[in-house]
Nanobody, 126 residues
Framework: QMQLVESGGRLVQAGDSLRLSCATS????????MGWFRQAPGREREFVAA????????HYADSVKGRFTIFRDNAKNTVYLQMNSLQSEDAAVYYC???????????????????WGQGTQVFVSS
């Protein structure tokens, strides 16, 4: 059974940094593209970042480009999201997700991700 468990969310101040983790089990981690999505109250879930199977390719939403970094450790079956210069607009529940899709160009789409974690809450005070 595939499991994805996010952690690291908490209350931070604007301008702070935070690292989210997503520990996985029950599947061959290195065969899956991993993504981070987020959902703020009253808004639809949106793509944040994705990392390819070996970590050599990444893709970011324009709103986080240059501030967030996604990376993975295939030996630990874990994907991370390093978030710097946090802004109030970054406050949301953050979800990690796994995709067996081979088409890298579709990694922004939530529908290509088959398995999701339960989410971790990030609060940003200004």
């Amino acid at each position: 059974q595939m499991q994805l468990v996010e952690s690291g969310g908490r209350l931070v101040q604007a301008g702070d940094s935070l690292r989210l983790s997503c520990a996985t089990s029950g599947f061959t981690f290195s065969r899956y593209v991993m993504g981070w999505f987020r959902q703020a109250p009253g808004r639809e879930r949106e793509f944040v970042a994705a990392v390819s199977w070996t970590g050599d390719k990444t893709h970011y939403a324009d709103s986080v480009k240059g501030r967030f970094t996604i990376f993975r450790d295939n030996a630990k079956n874990t994907v991370y999201l390093q978030m710097n210069s946090l802004q109030s607009e970054d406050a949301a529940v953050y979800y990690c997700a796994a995709s067996y899709e081979s088409n890298w160009s579709s990694m922004r789409l939530s529908r290509v991700y088959s398995n999701w974690g339960q989410g971790t809450q990030v609060f940003v005070s200004s």
